[in-house]
């Protein structure tokens, strides 16, 4: 697991200082221009917020973002192999872990190149803000179109199947897919949207952007659980990414997997839009039983404490179950699922309002929110993570009728990356 | 001018604690409901950051967020008016006051009932976070399709035109216009979103939403100008809020206008999609001659510092102008437009990426970031302020072969709102 580290003075702006003069050199500035590009050394923190200024490590045994506490801010995309060439691709991976590693500690994207031209120089003066990347290897880096374009295809994991067709699916293609992922994190949006700017930049040629989602959460205590759009704390049954010994039954790949993915992980991605104006003209009694927990205190339904346990067999006193049969709670329970656990990493996003269709009576048409939850978790196995829970939400869940997923994916995310060596490395050189 | 105070315990916490019992009693819970719906009452300032815990104020002579300290989101929305009853309308303003007021104190939208029935929830626990709500009124509350619906036709004011058509623009008819405006700014994502969805909640059957988009900024120290997505500094010679006498001149409406747009403004939004995939192709060099300003300084080309002044007479040693013809500062520059000026309060967007097709040659299709400015500018009167000034930068600025308007709209903002008044009272009242 990632431990935040507290870094030193955040370097974009000492590097901005020391590089001024390559800058001025690069943009064939006259002399004055070296001094132009200088800071004011006694830069305060910004925004007064500390944490800001720490520092995600980026070299480890297992990648960031994954059990990292969660940022405020994550801009995510899915990319597109379009090289068919293998050095290609090892190049890129070379450069992507370099890039990584810099942007991670509060630098630009190619320390020691000037970062206004080999930079896009938006982060300028910014922190680090706790940014992580964290690659994802999707089925179309081994076998495309009956293609296998860089000798991979006999590497692809069992596991990284093909997602089936859940019930109620509505996902566009462009939404969809993509053969690698990069997911930057950071309590910034402009650092997260930076990074993976900078890296589609670097790489122009080899691949681009499929799909990108920007995605936030509330900034609240350490001990506190987000609440999502539908106003619900999302996540209180989350294993505990502090539990060393559920992360390694449900979330790192282990000897079961081939060597590059140990201590790795698998992630989905869905985005979820919500009906948010159909969902507030729901009682809050409806509402509670459609979560099957109370909404201010997000305790089970008859319960009073957020993490008292769920108690699936109580009845009231009309002999129904307390916890409706469809409830979102009682369905994605690890007992309803054979103990599967899936560790979720949502963000809410918002993109604006668009014109739409209701899905439900009397289908009015009309400017609706196109905001929800872009939906992230982690499993060791998909098919025994995902798949299995949701085959049976997507079926019964009282939450459909609010929802709609519209994209997303599945990506083999390998282990950690060690100093010396580049993301996917121990993939790359089995072949 | 607001000014910022530092509020008391944020107030939503509180107030969880407070309407406990009536959520509970709402919702026909058992006794027990009533201390589930408790938060831990040592609850620390969220994410450490002290300034999300400040009140900005929602009475006074100005409305907030014009001059205010520019929040770090925003969640601006045009609303179209549905009701053609005048009493609907004066009852929504009466409900909006409230709310309004109530939510920029850190409470939920209707204190007093429960805040998970009245309201979405999702800021319960949540930091004041600097909201404000600024409210605009646009051309169709006085006059829409031929009909005076409210009995207001006569008294719009002279200065709230029908924008014209600028060259280049390719505006979305829905994401263009409105009846009414209301930009949220706050802290967080979720507390702006939060409020104006509630606002939308509560007048349900008198308007609905047309468009709205989010927008972000760099969190930057005090005196540091932040960098848009371009990596130039934006709004470096912006009109200083603290400037009285300049505020005075060209933001605050004077007895030129009505009495009840005295002390208000007028607002421009513009949804400006920028090709950032372009952008970060071109040179420095380049990039710096089309704004007229060093990248990572901001000074103006060929000086040092960014407060340095303008010299748009410099010339080179090959006679050339230092800052180009058609570069952006020198056509925005107020010597350039007989002295015009707007104050700029400006946000990023970004909304991901979609399929595109781009607008230069090779004409490639893709996917694209669709992302950019959401550009705010608040004037005394846009006749003189943005439509003077951007008709030449639509024509001539070498900005424009990355920029593409989308959407927007011009509002006249009322003046501020006194305790016991209405938004928009004195318009209402005059008739």
New interface residues.
């Given amino acids: 697991m990632s431990g935040t580290t507290r870094g030193p003075r955040p370097s974009r702006r000492g590097l ?1 200082q020391a590089v ?1 003069g390559l ?1 001025a050199a ?5 002399k ?2 070296v ?5 004011e050394p006694e ?10 200024n720490l520092i995600e490590p980026f070299w480890g045994t297992r990648q960031g973002g994954i059990t990292t506490p969660p940022q ?1 801010h994550t ?1 995510t ?1 899915a990319l597109d192999l379009v090289s068919t060439k293998r050095n290609d691709l090892v190049r890129m991976l070379h450069i992507w872990t370099s890039a990584s590693a810099a942007m991670s500690a509060g630098q630009t994207a190619q320390p020691g190149v ?4 080999s ?9 680090p803000a706790r940014l992580t990347l964290t690659f994802g290897f999707g089925a179309g880096l081994f076998m495309k179109d009956g293609k296998d374009r860089y000798g991979l295809a006999a590497h692809r994991p069992r596991a990284l199947v093909d997602l089936p067709s859940f019930n109620g699916d509505q996902l566009i293609e ?1 939404r969809t897919g993509g053969d690698l992922s990069v997911q930057a994190c950071a309590d ?4 997260a ?1 930076h990074a993976v ?1 900078q890296l589609v ?1 670097l790489a122009y040629g080899v691949t ?7 995605g ?7 001990n ?1 659980t987000p ?6 704390k999302d996540g209180t049954s989350n294993p505990s990414m502090n539990d060393a010994a559920a992360m390694e039954q449900f979330v790192w790949v282990g000897d079961e997997g081939p060597d590059w993915l140990r201590g790795g992980s698998y992630v989905v991605f869905r985005r979820i839009r919500i009906a ?1 104006e159909h ?2 003209r729901m009682p ?2 409806f509402q ?1 039983r459609t979560f099957g927990r ?4 997000g ?1 089970p339904l ?4 957020e993490f008292d346990p769920l108690d699936l067999d109580a009845a009231g006193e009309d002999g129904d179950p307390v916890i409706p049969e469809s409830a979102h709670v009682r369905l994605a329970a690890p007992v309803s699922n054979d103990g599967a656990q899936i560790f979720r990493r949502p963000y ?1 996003y ?6 739409t269709i209701e899905r439900w009576p009397p289908w009015r048409q ?4 196109d ?1 929800g939850l872009f939906f992230v978790c982690y499993q060791r196995d998909p098919r025994t993570g995902f798949i299995k829970i949701f085959s049976k939400l997507a079926k019964y869940d009282m939450l459909n009728q609010f929802v709609t997923h519209t994209g997303g994916g599945l990506f083999a995310c390998p282990g950690g990356v060690a100093p010396g060596e580049f993301v996917g490395q121990r993939l790359i050189e089995t072949t």
């Avoid at 690069?26 to 006259?30: E, I, K, S, V």
């Avoid at 000037?114 to 031209?117: D, Q, S, T």
């Avoid at 609440?227 to 619900?232: I, K, P, Q």
């Avoid at 008859?302 to 404490?305: A, K």
């Fill in positions: 901005v001024a800058a690069a943009a064939g500035l006259p004055g221009g001094a132009e590009a200088r800071v830069c305060t923190s910004p925004a007064g917020d500390h944490r800001e405020r801009y995309a000037a970062p206004a031209v930079d896009s120089g938006e982060v300028i003066g910014l922190p462009t910034q949006p402009q650092v949207f700017r930049r681009r952007l499929r799909w990108a989602q920007t936030f959460i509330p900034g609240i205590g350490p506190e609440r999502n759009l539908m106003g619900f948010l969902w507030d809050l009694d509670e109370h909404k201010v205190s305790a008859g319960r009073r404490n809410s918002n993109d604006g309002a668009d014109f009309g400017v609706a929110y905001a």
